[in-house]
């Protein structure tokens, strides 16, 4: 299964409407949302725009938390995990959390197949011990290329994919 890893939107609408085209491209049966939707309507968007499960935890930008609640609890398919997720996907633990520094300590428990954080907008792969950690980098696209990530449960691939 292709999962998409998103972070980082902050509300520009127009990377992200990109990014989900590309996404429904490459056959993305999930997808994660790693923090900082900004404001609340961008979650409509992600929501509106792929039909399939989407997991969402907080971001530090994310301040209107009960809007947020609000929209996630109008699609079934969305489910908002609050600070941390904790999942089980094709057989494979998976974490997902905001901020790097929780994530890759997550990465090192050794209870994960897989760890994704966003929030440092940089774009990164790395092992830790038998764990993935990836981040899949900003959709605004202030501080680099916007991109998101897409993970392959299959083969435990992560693949970055720029939206431009």
């Not at 409509?44 to 929209?71: C, E, H, K, Y």
């Not at 489910?79 to 941390?84: P, S, V």
Request: net charge negative.
């Amino acid at each position: 299964m292709n999962i998409a890893v998103v972070s980082d939107s902050h509300d520009n609408i127009w990377n992200l409407e990109r990014a989900l085209t590309g996404i429904g491209e490459r056959s993305c049966s999930r997808l994660f949302f790693l923090g900082d939707f900004c404001a609340p309507f961008t979650l409509a968007q992600i929501a509106d725009g792929f039909s399939g499960p989407i997991d969402v935890v907080f971001g530090n930008n994310d301040g209107d938390t009960f809007l947020l609640s609000r929209i996630a609890s109008k699609y079934d398919h969305v489910t908002l995990h609050g600070y941390l997720a904790e999942l089980e996907v094709d057989g494979l633990q998976i974490a997902l959390n905001h901020y790097p520094d929780i994530a890759k300590r997550l990465a090192e428990s050794g209870a994960y197949d897989a760890v994704f954080s966003g929030h440092d907008h940089k774009r990164y792969v790395e092992p830790v011990g038998s764990c993935l950690w990836a981040n899949p980098g900003e959709v605004m696209g202030r501080f680099g290329e916007p991109s998101y990530g897409v993970f392959d449960t299959e083969s435990r691939v992560f693949a970055h994919v720029d939206i431009r």
